[in-house]
């Protein structure tokens, strides 16, 4: 039997509606609607500094400063203004006490949000001790894989008949522990459907949430380290139901500043001899990166830039993360480059940027959002390569080695934007032009 979907919460146009003639839309989905961002770890540092920030600016009481995409206004992206903020997460602290937690914003800041804020509170997310572990406590939910996904999706359907529009997910949760992905169950889409039915404990969180958006017509981007979907039987389920996915690994610091300046190097012929990296940082994320198997998935994606931006091995690249509690928010991440420059001569450079995480995270996985509800609302579904600038280990359609080098990603993107934000909206099968 055809699926039926509430028309709010979903895309129509695209392979997945052709194939279910029961769905049916009038109007055209477009950029002045509503916007929800279900966000797993809405309680984290990122995700309450994104729902008071696009609060304030709603309010016109920040600028857009941070937002990479806030000056092409011209471009047919939901403005920042019909943005809805809501999601899950493991603690059940309204979005004001867990914002002042985290410290990340002025007390002055959230005084004014203190009566949104305040009475914000997530929808339980899903827990497994065996994927994250320092985080969770003793929490593990209850029900089988197929119920916890099917509550997932009656949550996003309650989200966007709240706020009268459509939802996208992005993942914002502590990174889950690594995963070896060779098995069936990871390769093929009727393996992993068989892994559900039978609670198969290879599944962690992050992919029974990937599975219920991509399944329900949701896009759905991957901030985290963590395996979900981009593993095959994810990926090609996405492209086969015209559902935009997007990770993985959100691109803000450190790796930024590398992808960023390994290129240059590379253009003025000055050979990388070593690069060491460490990073000091107190909040949640860096409590969960203590535990070793989180932090394999972590720096597996921070160490995979070099030789792609550089064109050849750098045998001394170092990457540590260390968690230091009273740095909270304010993360330091430092960058000692040895160079070989015109005759052999060596030279070394260092970097030492003193930054808040999550005031460069949250504008980053806020512009996600937005891009791939852009992407649904002109029927391209699977993998959007074209959103690689955002992350450390970018997605691919086939799993080929993606492009890291900072400018040809924001070219790539900037190209997209463009040729997405011309063409017709998708609505019903066809398409409708954009009106003048």
């Known amino acids: 039997m055809a699926a039926v979907l509430d028309r709010k919460t979903h895309y129509l146009g695209g392979p997945f509606e052709k194939d279910n003639p029961t769905l049916s839309s009038t109007l055209p989905p477009t950029n002045q609607s509503n916007l929800g961002i279900a966000i797993i770890g809405l309680g984290g540092a990122v995700g309450t500094t994104a729902a008071a920030g696009i609060e304030l600016i709603r309010r016109g009481l920040q600028p857009t400063t941070g937002l990479p995409l806030a000056e092409f206004a011209d471009l047919d992206l939901v403005p920042y203004t019909n943005l809805k903020i809501h999601g899950w997460d493991l603690f059940d602290h309204d979005l004001l006490t867990a914002a002042r937690v985290h410290r990340v914003l002025d007390r ?15 929808w339980t997310a899903v827990s497994n001790r065996n994927y994250c572990r320092g985080v969770v406590g003793d929490q593990d939910s209850t029900g089988t894989h197929r ?34 992905v060779a098995d069936e169950i990871y390769q093929r889409t009727e393996a992993f459907e068989r892994a559900l039915d039978e609670n198969h404990t290879g599944i962690s969180p992050a992919m ?62 000055l050979h990388v ?73 060596r030279m070394q450079i260092k970097i030492d940027f ?40 970018p997605m691919t359609t086939d799993g080929r080695e993606p492009i890291h080098s900072f400018g040809e990603q924001q070219t790539e993107l900037l190209r997209w934007l463009r040729e997405s934000s011309e063409m017709p909206t998708a609505v019903a099968g066809k398409f409708i032009p954009r009106p003048d």
């Open 108 to 122: 002055e800041e959230l005084d004014v949000l203190a009566n949104d804020l305040s009475g914000r509170r997530p």
């Open 147 to 180: 119920e916890l996904i099917s509550g997932i999706q009656q949550q996003l359907d309650a989200f966007a008949t709240d706020i009268d529009g459509r939802v996208v997910v992005i993942n914002l949760a502590s990174t889950e522990h690594a995963i070896e």
């Open 208 to 269: 029974l949430y990937a599975y219920a958006c991509i399944t329900h017509g949701v896009p759905y981007g991957n901030f985290t380290p963590s395996r979900a979907a981009e593993i095959p039987a994810l990926r090609s389920l996405a492209a086969r139901r015209g559902v935009p996915v997007a990770g993985k690994d959100g691109k803000t610091g450190q790796t930024f500043l590398k992808t960023v300046i390994a290129p240059a190097l590379r253009a003025r012929a």
């Open 273 to 345: 001899d070593g690069w060491f990296s460490t990073n000091i940082l107190g909040n949640r994320d860096g409590e969960a990166l203590r535990h070793p198997e989180s932090l394999q998935n972590k720096l597996g994606t921070k160490g995979d830039v070099l030789t792609n931006c550089l064109g050849y091995p750098v045998e001394d690249h170092l990457v540590k993360i260390n968690y230091y509690r009273p740095r909270g928010d304010d993360k330091e991440a430092w960058d000692n480059i040895d160079v070989s420059g015109f005759l052999g001569h």
């Open 354 to 393: 003193l930054c808040k995480d999550s005031i460069l995270a949250a504008p980053l996985a806020i512009e996600i959002a937005r891009c791939l509800d852009l992407a649904a609302r002109r029927g391209q579904g699977g993998v959007l390569e074209s959103l690689g600038v955002f992350f450390k280990a």
